[in-house]
């Protein structure tokens, strides 16, 4: 499967995405979303249905324009007084937890997380009933 979104796409919502670097920004997203479902570049799955292509198109975009928005990733800093602070301009991920779930649903690959269990290591017997309420009634010792 090709990069289902392209710049124009990216700048009906932000027309100061140059081409240059909505096609790298695209690029890079298109990697990432391949490195977090697998099944997006893999060309001998079934393809992908016309709701799953928009949602891949949907989180792709988000992340692009998320990460425009987020410029650089400079750090600045305000003092007021004595007080002062440094500002990191978002977080260095591309995609957010959300849109890998939706990755991982377009792929097939989305499951609950496992569950704490406890396994048995040992030979356990059940204690056998010597006295059975529904059939001899109440123990009467």
């Not at 989180?59 to 007084?81: E, I, K, P």
């Not at 602070?85 to 939706?102: S, V």
């Not at 269990?117 to 017997?125: A, E, F, G, Q």
């Amino acid at each position: 499967m090709d990069i289902p979104l392209s710049v124009t796409d990216l700048q009906k919502f932000d027309d100061t995405i140059s081409s240059e670097a909505g096609e790298d920004m695209l690029a890079t997203a298109w990697a990432r979303a391949i490195d977090a479902a697998p099944c997006l570049g893999n060309e001998e799955a079934e393809p992908l249905t016309d709701v799953e292509v928009e949602i891949v198109r949907d989180v792709l975009r988000q992340a692009v324009l998320r990460w425009h928005d987020r410029g650089s990733g400079a750090h600045s800093q305000r003092t007021a007084g004595e007080y002062g602070e440094t500002l990191r301009a978002g977080d260095t991920n591309l995609f957010r937890p959300n849109e890998i779930r939706d990755l991982h649903k377009v792929c097939g690959t989305s499951g609950r997380r496992g569950k704490a269990s406890t396994i048995l290591t040992t030979v356990w017997n059940a204690p056998t009933p010597t006295v059975h309420p529904f059939l001899t009634g109440p123990d009467e010792s």
